[in-house]
């Protein structure tokens, strides 16, 4: 708290004069403009208050000056790119899209949803839940809570008569002859469409809607560290020594928790549930995957940090806090560039690709024309991994002996269950013992009917999904084709060796055209990539924003010459790490692990392995000589 008021002190009286910046737009605005805002009090989201970029700073958590020629890029609620341009219903009044090429309506998306996927429970036997976990985790590092919070709390009659005047409101039809709503009476879904500049009111109405979101673009462990310094300082930093407030409970280490009941943890089975996290950012309590990997990253930062005291002991809370997190947001890329993607996305493939760097060294291709900002197809596309979430969390003692199971979708917005009955141990030991859902065109019964547990009577996310493709206003599938593989696709057939002919007879059911399948659709049914494990479509919408974060980012910890830049040997240490190691350093009752911890324990190169064997990094590369010369 000390700390905290000397900065405010120093701000004020030093007079650091900050810059407005227009959200939308990225350029200065004037006093009055900012005025303007303030008197509809949406000042937060269209106005970025910037302090004056030095380029010789680390990453701000707010993400500004990042690009010190355009410093508001890649702040948080800054625009998404398109790669391809807006797609809805001419004329462009309602900026839907519900018409197909010859005029008639498109098919419901609930309707697409039963016909393209079915529905059973069918095991990985590659990938564990952990994958599913890091890569929902690196999903929401990009991405807000609002839009889903907006149609679960805020305006949970969408379905109801009070919905056909809500602007905001875009419920989801269930068609007559629904497989499974035909016995329910269920016959809507409630949603509500994306929020955006425009129904904010940073921008007018009549202008194409552009999507805005709260976090930051780049990956930078948003759901850790937040997306304002104010939150940062206020609801995480401890001002010690560089560590994160932190909580310790029954024997474990947690982030700070809520003292009040008020909290976003409304699935909490009082009274015995009560752990909820105050945090910078309330991802932290929502999804049981997001909430895993942020207490985990949470307390490896503290681990960084008494790691770095003990080797210098001369560095301030300051040096040691904004190095930790440096450590721990290269770390995060590091698994999730190396470890996570060549797993599904193949590892040749993205060497080939410059994804991945083929030396263990250095490597800068950072391009300072290519502004920090995030594809809305890219965030967009990653729903796609809805189709491979397993429904059932099974939990494990640590010598892998089976203990329970409970629908995962029941976790949601509940991070008390978590501190109860040992379960955070049990789960974290289920995260590397079960598998994933398969890759294979069946997705799990709860992800298609009860995505959202007890806070909506019946909710198929991936109908959601299909939905949202045509709010956002994507091109059809056909032209993703194109832009990715350069072949134009004229008929149904030319999908062949693409798709599986059956399901092309599925797809010429469904769509009068070609040109009328949905981005969403097309992918869902597309083969794998050769030498991968995800659809085509997916894999070069995923590859262009992973290269687009290499290249945008000034800060990319694998930059010799970044503020503050690793040296080599430091490199080398970060490049050992595994989410094994992480979930080693950190995890409950976690001694023995899989190396490759993403991947099912397996065979002698994969087998459960004790810590003490997994690499881990040596701190003392971070030894700071003028410590010794302090003393
Ligand atoms: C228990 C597992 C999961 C549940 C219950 C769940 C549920 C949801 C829900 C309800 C939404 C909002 C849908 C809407 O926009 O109307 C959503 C969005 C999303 N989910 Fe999941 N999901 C799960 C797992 C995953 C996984 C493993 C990924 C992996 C990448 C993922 C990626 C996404 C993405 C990218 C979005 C869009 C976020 C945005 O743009 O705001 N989800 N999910």
Aim: proline share 6%; net charge neutral.
């Amino acid at each position: 708290m000390l700390a905290l008021l000397l900065l405010q002190f120093v701000t004020v009286l030093c007079d650091v004069k900050t810059i407005f910046y227009d959200s939308y737009r990225g350029v200065n605005i004037t006093d009055d403009e900012v005025k303007s805002y303030d008197a509809r009090n949406i000042t937060f989201w269209c106005v970025n208050e910037i302090e004056p970029c030095d380029p010789l700073e680390g990453r701000r958590v707010d993400g500004s000056c990042n690009n010190l020629e355009k410093p508001s890029r890649g702040a948080s609620h800054t625009p998404f790119i398109r790669l391809l341009p807006p797609y809805f219903d001419y004329p462009f009044k309602n900026f839907e899209h519900t018409k197909a090429a010859s005029g008639n309506s498109m098919p419901l998306a609930r309707y697409l949803r039963t016909r393209l996927l079915s529905v059973g429970k069918v095991p990985s036997q590659r990938y564990t839940q952990l994958a599913l976990y890091a890569f929902l985790f690196m999903a929401a590092d990009g991405t807000s809570l609002h839009d889903t919070i907006n149609f679960v709390f805020w305006r949970p009659y969408c379905c109801f008569e009070k919905g056909k005047k809500d602007q905001y409101c875009a419920p989801n039809k269930i068609p007559d002859d629904d497989p499974v709503h035909r016995f329910s009476g269920i016959r809507c879904f409630n949603m509500t469409k994306p929020e955006t500049f425009q129904s904010i009111g940073c921008l007018p109405k009549e202008t194409i809607p552009e999507r805005i979101v709260s976090s930051t673009p780049l990956l930078d462990l948003s759901t850790v560290y937040g997306n304002f310094v104010e939150n940062l300082d206020v609801k995480g930093r401890l001002f010690q020594v560089g560590l994160l407030k932190y909580e310790v409970a029954h024997g474990r280490v947690w982030p700070p928790s809520s003292k009040t009941l008020n909290n976003l943890c409304v699935g909490n089975q009082l009274p015995r549930e009560t752990r909820c996290h105050d945090m910078p950012e309330d991802g932290a309590n929502t999804l049981a995957g997001i909430s895993l990997m942020t207490i985990w990253y949470w307390r490896n930062h503290n681990l960084i940090a008494k790691e770095l005291f003990k080797v210098n002991s001369c560095w301030d809370d300051e040096m040691l806090f904004t190095t930790a997190r440096d450590i721990n947001i290269a770390i995060f890329n590091q698994i999730n560039y190396y470890e996570l993607m060549p797993l599904f996305l193949g590892c040749g493939n993205l060497l080939r690709d410059g994804i991945l760097s083929p030396s263990a060294g250095f490597r800068d291709i950072y391009n300072k024309t290519i502004e920090p900002r995030m594809s809305l197809e890219y965030s967009f596309v990653l729903r796609w991994m809805h189709t491979i979430q397993e429904g059932t969390l099974k939990m494990f003692d640590p010598y892998g002996f089976y203990l329970k199971q409970v629908p995962i979708v029941n976790l949601t917005l509940r991070t008390g269950y978590l501190a109860v009955d040992n379960n955070i141990d049990y789960i974290t030991q289920g995260s590397f013992r079960q598998g994933s859902g398969k890759v294979d065109y069946i997705a799990d019964p709860d992800m298609a009917d009860r995505a959202l547990g007890p806070y909506q009577k019946a909710a198929d996310v991936m109908t959601n999904d299909l939905a949202k493709n045509r709010h956002f206003g994507f091109q059809p599938y056909i032209r993703y084709r194109e832009i990715c593989f350069g072949k134009l696709i004229r008929m149904f057939d030319d999908l062949r060796g693409i798709i599986d002919p059956e399901r092309i007879e599925i797809l010429k059911d469904v769509y009068e055209k070609e040109i009328d399948i949905d981005l969403m659709a097309g992918i869902w049914v597309e083969k794998p990539i050769p030498e991968g494990y995800v659809p085509s479509t997916l894999y070069c919408l995923i590859i262009d924003q992973l290269r687009r974060n290499i290249v945008s980012d000034r800060h990319w910890y694998e930059r010799s010459k970044r503020p503050r830049a690793f040296n080599e040997r430091q490199l080398a240490e970060i490049r050992k790490y595994t989410i094994a190691r992480l979930l080693c350093d950190v995890g409950d009752t976690v001694s023995s692990i899989q190396p490759q911890a993403f991947l099912k324990a397996r065979g002698k190169n994969n087998k459960i392995t004790k810590c003490s064997k997994i690499p881990k990094i040596h701190y003392g590369q971070w030894f700071d000589s003028t410590c010794n010369l302090s003393r």
